[in-house]
């Protein structure tokens, strides 16, 4: 075999070894990556969920960073056991006296507020089919204000209105 070939070989397998264990390297690395449990909504395989998950932040409140979720339709800021959790797909409230608009540059959306007595807040929009729930536990609200609610509007604006807070 010509020279030439020999050093081409031995070059090429040397690349595949250091291609091969790069992988190695990574693999462990994309392992430790986190993610956040999640339980998909009834309706999460509605296509019109497709563009809202899409065109969601990747940073809530300055410094929630979006993180991993195991489930379809949903997304997640911050650590496990202490992030803001956003499922599409969730059954669409009624009418309800804790309908609030939420003005932001990206334009208006109607949320159903509700506090749990554990300090949870949970956002569902209203009048938009699929519905949207963003969930913020206590963990959060101790060092952030829920007004980043607002920052979801472009994305959640994705699912046209059908009816308005009263």
């Not at 536990?137 to 060092?143: A, F, W």
Request: glycine letters at 8%; aromatic letters at 4%.
């Amino acid at each position: 075999m010509p020279r030439v070939l020999r050093r081409a070989r031995a070059l090429m397998s040397s690349r595949a070894a250091r291609t091969a264990a790069l992988g190695v390297l990574v693999l462990p690395l994309a392992a430790c990556a986190t993610t956040i449990g999640a339980t998909p909504a009834e309706d999460a395989a509605n296509p019109d969920c497709a563009p809202v998950m899409l065109a969601l932040p990747d940073v809530l409140a300055g410094d929630l960073d979006k993180a991993k979720t195991n489930a379809q339709a949903t997304a997640a800021w911050g650590e496990p056991g202490a992030a803001v959790t956003l499922r599409c797909g969730v059954t669409p409230p009624g009418p309800s006296p804790d309908c609030q608009r939420v003005e932001s540059p990206a334009g208006a959306v109607d949320w159903i507020v509700e506090a749990g007595k554990d300090g949870t807040w949970r956002f569902t929009t209203y009048g938009r089919e699929p519905a949207v729930e963003v969930v913020v536990p206590p963990s959060v609200t101790e060092s952030h204000s829920t007004s980043f609610i607002g920052d979801l509007a472009q994305a959640v604006s994705n699912v046209p209105p059908t009816a308005q807070c009263t």
